[in-house]
């Protein structure tokens, strides 16, 4: 068969969630992936809760470790710590936690096209043509999950790129027994480790993924703040450490989500987090929302586009929409936000850890909240 009800071009989280709600809906489903699974991604590998409360089955199989306790610092004076019952981040490998999901989803029916990168996008009245480096294949509808670079988007005729992506750098490092036992009980984060950015050290089951990103896309030496990173948080007796870069988009296109029948999400659509750049809960939502607007529009093109924005402007937009604001005051107005931090800080991590479990969004008047704060502290 290569007629499906939709392809998915990407098995990374936002692609394989979208398959599996869509055969679970009943939908015929293809995953187009590139490369051979389970894949390597460049990722810290940090899951916050609120993604593991949007999956249906249990990743404990992939889990590395987990932690209900999150250490946030501002150079060497502020420390603010955090703690739930349940894990604020989960650590997890990728390759293996994106194969689960595949897997979950094939269990469900869909099936899986790897080592088939997608060429090309054709437009006729009733379908899509899809040609891979392997094969054609037509669907009705296109999911594009396939990340920060999304040709796909490009090919279904998203001209500019409106999203704003922000560099990264993560090692995989592999260190003494001894050390390992020193770092291996905190998942910290480090503002300020690099101007414009933060840097962190997530432990994993045996190495630890430490990196670095900038929130701005001037030029910087990334390599250079990580050495510094290393040296700051004292890490020693390094065994072996692997370099992956990549980029991060942190603001949504600002030129729509959906066009002819294809439907972006995930880093595609430019979905991660703008202040914390963690983005796979925000791909493992987008992903069913995309999947959902096209079961309840009972693969009506139309009714599927409307629902999907419906379902974007409920809650993921206007999140993303403050989340930028605050990314910009946060990296952009150091003097003062690390006055407020001084007065505030513990009351903002704890609001990052319950956006991280979920249990809330960014406040829609940030703005007001921040500028009352502001002349608290000045006058
Ligand atoms: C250094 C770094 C650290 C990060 N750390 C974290 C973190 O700790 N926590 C967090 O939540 N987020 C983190 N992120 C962000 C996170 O990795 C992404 O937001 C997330 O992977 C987005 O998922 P996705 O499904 O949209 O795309 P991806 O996971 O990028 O999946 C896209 C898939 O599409 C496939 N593909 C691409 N082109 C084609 C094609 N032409 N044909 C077929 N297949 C194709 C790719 O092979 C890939 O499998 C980090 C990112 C970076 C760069």
């Given at each position: 068969m290569n007629h499906f009800d939709v392809a998915v071009i990407g098995s990374g989280p936002s692609g394989a969630s979208a398959a599996f709600h869509l055969a679970k809906n009943g939908i015929s489903t293809?995953?187009?992936?590139?490369?051979?699974?389970?894949?390597?991604?460049?990722?810290?590998?940090?899951?916050?809760?609120?993604?593991?409360?949007?999956?249906?089955?249990s990743i404990d199989s992939?889990?590395?470790?987990?932690?209900?306790?999150?250490?946030?610092?501002?150079?060497?004076?502020?420390?603010?710590?955090?703690?739930?019952?349940?894990?604020?981040?989960?650590?997890i490998m990728r390759d293996s936690f994106d194969n689960l999901i595949v897997e979950k989803a094939k269990e469900m029916g869909v099936t899986i096209l790897q080592g088939n990168k997608l060429k090309s996008i054709e437009h006729q009245s009733d379908k899509i043509i899809l040609t891979t480096s392997q094969q054609t294949i037509t669907a009705k509808f296109v999911i594009a999950a396939d990340g920060a670079l999304s040709p796909t988007a490009k090919m279904a005729g998203w001209k500019t790129d409106t999203r704003f992506l922000?560099?990264?750098?993560?090692?995989?490092?592999?260190?003494?027994?001894?050390?390992?036992?020193?770092?291996?009980?905190?998942?910290?984060?480090?503002?300020?480790?690099?101007?414009?950015?933060?840097?962190?050290?997530?432990?994993?089951?045996?190495?630890?993924?430490?990196?670095?990103?900038?929130?701005?896309?001037?030029?910087?030496?990334?390599?250079?703040?990580?050495?510094?990173?290393?040296?700051?948080?004292?890490?020693?007796?390094?065994?072996?450490?692997?370099?992956?870069?990549?980029?991060?988009?942190?603001?949504?296109?600002?030129?729509?989500?959906?066009?002819?029948?294809?439907?972006?999400?995930?880093?595609?659509?430019?979905?991660?987090?703008?202040?914390?750049?963690?983005g796979i809960s925000n791909a493992i939502y987008s992903g069913m929302l995309a999947a959902r607007a096209i079961a309840e529009a009972d693969l009506n093109m139309s009714e599927a586009e409307k629902l999907y924005m419906e379902k974007l402007n409920e809650k993921l937009i206007p999140e993303l929409k403050t989340g930028e604001w605050l990314a910009k005051f946060f990296y952009e107005q150091k003097t003062i936000r690390n006055l407020l931090l001084k007065k505030y800080g513990q009351r903002f991590s704890e609001a990052m850890a319950d956006i991280f479990m979920g249990d809330r969004s960014y406040p829609t008047d940030i703005k007001k909240r921040m500028t009352q704060k502001i002349k608290e502290l000045v006058f």
């Open positions: 293809v995953i187009i992936e590139k490369e051979t699974l389970p894949r390597y991604k460049t990722c810290g590998g940090g899951f916050v809760y609120r993604g593991r409360k949007d999956l249906p089955f992939v889990v590395e470790r987990e932690f209900n306790t999150v250490d946030v610092y501002l150079g060497k004076k502020l420390h603010f710590k955090t703690e739930r019952k349940d894990p604020i981040i989960t650590m922000i560099p990264a750098l993560e090692y995989e490092v592999k260190v003494s027994d001894e050390e390992f036992k020193r770092h291996v009980d905190e998942v910290r984060f480090d503002m300020d480790a690099i101007p414009f950015g933060y840097a962190w050290n997530f432990p994993k089951k045996n190495h630890l993924s430490v990196g670095i990103a900038s929130a701005r896309r001037t030029k910087i030496n990334l390599k250079k703040y990580y050495q510094e990173y290393v040296q700051h948080i004292g890490l020693k007796d390094i065994i072996s450490e692997t370099q992956h870069g990549f980029q991060i988009p942190v603001a949504a296109r600002t030129d729509g989500f959906v066009k002819n029948g294809v439907f972006l999400t995930g880093d595609a659509a430019g979905f991660a987090d703008p202040v914390t750049a963690e």
